[in-house]
């Protein structure tokens, strides 16, 4: 249901009043080919290589999602998340490498993980007026985007009527969730008679339930033959092959509760100078249970085994039978195991902006400054699981016709009701997840200048600053005993584990919190007769009723990421008959300070005296030491954009550029871990099976983040042929290639570390005593990343749009996309290749 409303169709009513001509009314009727047309003349008429998406009506974006749109975008791919649009990658790069805007400035999202890639689940698309998509570089742009950079506009009531805007109400069904939920979107927009100040409201709230089911095999032992067998007896010259060690299925529900709040505002002090601010706000829930059953290897011996089915032809187990009293004697079977997670999280995202706009004879300044910032991740996330046992006597699986199909004691459930079986896995009940926050602050000073010097047209010159960081860390959900005294426990070292409900015979007995059905609405990808599960919500209101929940931020897995970013450019617009485009100059200093909670463990001694293990507190020794590094790069960027109209139908493009993206944050910032195992150790382990001369042998080893990490950079070039031959209609192929240079690459290194120092007594071993640490410390078979050279994508794009007399019309875009591999080099030394991924 849509309502519009502030007059007869007010968005699109205008007047006109020719001198000595009765006024007439115009109504323009906007909809879908009016939209479409509009984006084919935003392409045809930018002096880059852009694509556009524009609103159909005042808040019907063409998709709920703006990731979902920009998939019709040529070169476009979107990653999806429950559903809908996550994140967008253009022309075969990560999504890392896209540079998103909104209103010309960096918006900030946190998902949790932090990323360069901006999380699109989390905006609104009602609030969205027009997308672009730039695949050739300007000046004028902000840096980030190899792949390439998207900018997003929203309205401003001065460009709309007074009390104009759209009320949007729609429900939904799902079949595989059965629940209507609500979408509600909002806009209004109001200015006084002399349309000189004027107000925006948007609001969106979107409900929704996303609901995934899959069943896959995790890994297969090849590194045993199981024997097809009938009664638990070996088939004579059946065949044999290889099986499934782990094996799930799973029901992932996830509760999207999204939200968006947008308030615009503009005032025009005279013909020249205008003030306007504008604040965003978006939420986004997403509250989630996982039920899963897991059927692992644990059982696959002569004590459990009824029947195995084997594909002599290509020498894989496609089923087993399994029973508990198989060999004579009951032995209890842990399997299925009933596995469980549940999350609570929220993302929201948080932006001001304030501009200030002059309008001189020849010129044009715009200042811009505001705030944006970004919290997301979990607030609570716990893992549990239940034995079957007694509760199910047998079960087994088959692979067999290119699907799993799984089956139980059909009593399982009762059982479990009637408290047999369901046994908890303590060892499996935990928590652990990732929180952090972004946020950042900018100011930028644009100018243009209308030059009329010969073939150029326009000066732009700007400069903006940038101070952005984000922050990373871990978490832990504990319930606690009610008389458990929290700041006794946090004066003397800490919570752990130890002291959580899982630890202390508090996991709720499996009779209170089964579910007693099996779950239903069931696809055809779970094939089993039973699917046994908790009711999570149950489970956690008996923790809540029984014990303190507590937070735990951990100490010891923290990352920060810091950038100052400074940069002024020079553009040149130009137009010389037929021919136009632009040439620029963009120089960037960034400064980057990254720092992390990084580990060092000593492993001082294994055995006693006497040859025994011990205990692991004597063993080694851990410290946490935050270390932070700073690096600082210089880079300019040149740019150049022609555009030739050879006539009133086609147009060919050549772009040129240089352009660059920073690494990823878990690149620079990831805390390293720094292992030293002594001679004794050593000596120790050397006669354990598992022994690894690398790993085991005396000395320092690690892994880690590479706070010195280059910005990658890219040389690349565009040329396109465009034919546009009636309105909204046209077709165009483009051809493009990318050098990237620096491109990160994981890498196995030896290299050197200051580390403090530290002296030991092993008291097991004569009271010897250790030394180590210090400055330049060899560090052997370092894991980490580093700067890859001589990369290159290089593709073609195909685009067709075209609308009938009859109203009707079609798109259809190709894309290829191909890459080569990157060459890794240390001291001027190739030391490995990498690839980049293959497209199409």
Not at 21 to 40: D, F
Not at 274 to 281: A, C, D, H, I, P
Not at 761 to 767: I, K, S
């Amino acid at each position: 249901m849509i309502l519009l409303f502030g007059g007869a169709v007010p968005a699109f009513a205008e007047q006109a009043t020719p001198e000595n001509e009765e006024e007439v009314e115009k109504i323009q009727v906007r909809g879908i080919r009016a939209s479409a047309s509009e984006n084919l003349s935003i392409k045809r008429t930018s002096n880059a290589v852009v694509d556009a998406i524009t609103a159909e009506d005042i808040g019907k974006f063409p998709d709920k999602n703006v990731a979902d749109s920009l998939q019709r975008v040529p070169g476009v791919v979107i990653q999806r998340n429950g559903g809908e649009g996550a994140t967008v990658s253009i022309r075969g790069l990560s999504s890392d490498l896209t540079f998103t805007q909104l209103n010309g400035n960096f918006i900030a999202s946190s998902p949790g993980e932090p990323s360069r890639s901006f999380s699109y689940a989390l905006l609104p698309s009602t609030m969205i007026e027009r997308v672009e998509v730039f695949k050739s570089s300007e000046a004028r742009l902000d840096e980030g985007g190899i792949g390439g950079t998207v900018l997003m506009y929203s309205r401003k009531p001065l460009n709309m009527d007074s009390n104009s805007g759209v009320v949007n109400l729609e429900y939904s069904n799902s079949d595989i969730t059965d629940k209507n939920e609500p979408q509600f979107s909002g806009i209004y927009s109001w200015k006084n008679e002399a349309e000189n100040l004027g107000f925006l409201f948007g609001y969106t709230r979107q409900d929704r339930t996303n609901r995934s089911q899959s069943a896959r095999v995790n890994i297969i032992n090849k590194n045993f033959l199981y024997q097809e067998r009938v009664n638990n007896q070996v088939v004579p010259g059946g065949a044999s092959g290889y099986a499934a060690q782990s094996m799930v299925q799973e029901i992932w529900e996830e509760k999207r509760e999204r939200e968006g709040f947008q308030f615009t505002s503009q005032w025009r002090l005279s013909d020249r100078l205008e003030f306007g601010m504008n604040y965003f706000r978006f939420t986004l829930g997403q509250d989630a249970i996982l039920n899963q059953l897991e059927y692992p290897e644990w059982n696959n011996n002569d004590n459990y085994w009824t029947n195995i089915r084997v594909d002599a032809a290509a020498q894989y187990v496609t089923g087993i039978d399994y029973s508990v009293g198989v060999s004579g004697t009951p032995r209890l079977s842990a399997i299925p195991r009933i596995n469980g997670e549940y999350i609570v999280q929220k993302s929201t995202s948080d932006t001001f902006d304030f501009y200030t706009l002059y309008e001189g004879d020849r010129y044009q300044a715009k200042l811009t400054f505001g705030k944006t910032k970004a919290a997301g991740g979990p607030s609570e996330k716990f893992r549990a699981a239940y034995y079957a046992n007694e509760a199910s006597l047998f079960y087994g699986y088959d692979l067999s016709g290119k699907k799993m199909t799984t089956y139980m004691d059909p009593n399982m459930i009762s059982n479990l009701v009637a408290g047999i079986g369901g046994q908890a896995d303590v060892g499996a009940t935990d928590s652990s997840f990732v929180a952090g926050t972004q946020q950042e602050k900018y100011i930028s000073l644009d100018l243009d200048y209308d030059a009329e010097w010969g073939i150029v047209e326009t000066l732009r010159f700007g400069a903006k600053h940038r101070n952005g960081n984000i922050h990373r860390d871990t978490r832990n959900t504990f319930y606690l005993a009610k008389d458990f005294d929290i700041a006794a426990a946090e004066a003397s070292g800490g919570i752990n584990l130890d002291d959580d409900y899982s630890r202390n015979g508090g996991i709720p007995n499996i009779t209170s919190v089964i579910i007693p059905h099996s779950l239903k609405n069931l696809s055809g990808v779970i094939n089993t007769n039973l699917f046994p599960a908790v009711d999570w919500h149950r489970y956690r209101q008996q923790l809540e009723d029984n014990f303190v929940k507590y937070t735990r931020f951990e100490p010891n897995y923290v990352y920060n990421v810091k950038e100052e970013i400074s940069s002024a450019y020079l553009q040149a617009d130009f137009r010389h008959q037929s021919i136009r485009g632009n040439v620029g100059l963009r120089v960037i200093r960034t400064t980057t300070t990254s720092g992390s909670s990084d580990k060092i463990l000593y492993r001082l001694d294994w055995r006693d005296e006497a040859g025994n293990l011990l205990p692991e507190r004597d063993q080694r020794v851990e410290q946490f030491v935050y270390i932070e590094k700073e690096n600082t790069e210089n880079h300019l960027l040149p740019s150049l954009n022609l555009a030739w109209d050879i006539n009133d139908n086609w147009v060919w493009r050549f772009a040129a550029a240089k352009v660059m993206a920073r690494p990823g944050y878990n690149q620079l910032g990831t805390f390293q871990t720094l292992t030293y195992t002594s001679q004794e150790y050593s000596a120790d382990r050397s006669a354990a099976d598992d022994f690894d001369p690398i790993v085991d042998g005396e000395g320092w080893t690690g892994s880690g983040g590479n706070s010195l990490l280059k910005p990658l950079e890219s040389t690349q070039f565009d040329t396109s042929l465009e034919y546009y031959y009636s309105k909204g209609s046209g077709f165009g192929i483009a051809l493009f290639k990318k050098d990237v240079d620096n491109f990160v690459v994981p890498l196995i290194i030896d290299t050197v570390r200051n580390l403090p120092e530290a002296q030991f007594t092993l008291p097991h071993a004569g009271n010897k005593v250790i030394n180590t640490g210090g400055d330049n410390l060899a560090v052997r078979n370092f894991s980490t990343v580093a700067n890859g050279t001589n990369a290159s994508s290089t593709g073609a794009e195909v685009f067709w749009q075209h609308f009938f007399n009859n109203g009707f019309g079609l798109y259809a875009n190709y894309t290829r996309n191909s890459t080569n591999q990157a060459n890794v080099e240390l001291d001027g030394q190739q030391a490995v290749n990498q690839y980049l991924y293959y497209q199409c």
